[in-house]
């Protein structure tokens, strides 16, 4: 794998951290390592914010559903 094969340019959005970590290793290990690390810490932020979302919208459903089960109790 060549160096103009993998645009590292989309690592901006990660945490501080990984970025160090995924241009360190393109440092010691080269590009196809970094590249496969910097793509694997993609996925699991989008996955994270999946999940995160998710369990945010159900939170907010479960609320919902309480709030109109009171509504429906009152007299």
């Keep these: 794998m060549k160096q103009s094969d993998c645009d590292l340019g989309f690592i901006a959005g ?3 951290l990984v970025r160090e970590k995924i241009v360190t290793l393109w440092q010691k290990r080269g ?3 970094a590249c496969q690390l910097a793509g694997n810490a993609v996925l699991l932020v989008l996955l994270t914010d ?3 979302g998710a ?10 559903w309480y709030r109109i ?6 007299p």
Excluded: I, K, M, N
């Design 50 to 52: 999946l999940v995160l």
């Design 14 to 16: 990660l945490p501080s």
């Design 31 to 33: 590009v196809e390592g």
């Design 69 to 74: 089960f009171r509504l429906l109790q009152a």
């Design 55 to 64: 369990a945010q919208r159900e939170q907010h459903a479960r609320q919902l």
